[in-house]
């Protein structure tokens, strides 16, 4: 049974960082997209941040605008893991955040990611 599973979440003042992980499980995640979004209620599922497979050595990562130079995301292949490094955080960084797998090449749709984690809530307050 493929699972993601996400950790890390938690309330932080503003300004301050959280480093969120997922851990998938059931085959292996190396080749596919590795992506985090997150949801307020009421709003679509919104993009933050994904890493593709590597081309030889080397990783591609893209942010959604508001995040980039704030966020890092990270993988490690070998622990099937990967990381969401969230620094400065702001209030308007609140939300659920969710893991998901592509089997695929690098999308910011949600609609093309194949399996999601449960979510974990990020609350900064301000």
């Known amino acids: 049974q493929v699972q993601l599973v996400e950790s890390g979440g938690g309330l932080v003042q503003a300004g301050g960082s959280l480093r969120l992980s997922c851990a998938a499980s059931?085959?292996?995640?190396?080749?596919?997209?590795m992506g985090w979004f997150r949801q307020v209620p009421g709003n679509e599922r919104e993009f933050v941040a994904a890493?593709?497979?590597?081309?030889?050595?080397?990783?591609?990562?893209y942010y959604t605008d508001s995040v980039r130079g704030r966020f890092l995301i990270s993988r490690d292949n070998a622990k099937n893991t990967v990381f969401l490094q969230m620094n400065s955080l702001k209030p308007e960084d609140t939300a659920v955040y969710y893991c998901?797998?592509?089997?695929?090449?690098?999308?910011?749709?949600?609609?093309?990611?194949?399996?999601w984690g449960q979510g974990t809530q990020v609350t900064v307050s301000s």
């Open positions: 998901a797998a592509r089997m695929g090449p690098y999308s910011r749709s949600y609609s093309l990611y194949n399996y």
């Open positions: 890493i593709t497979r590597s081309t030889g050595r080397t990783y591609y990562s």
């Open positions: 059931g085959r292996s995640f190396s080749t596919d997209t």
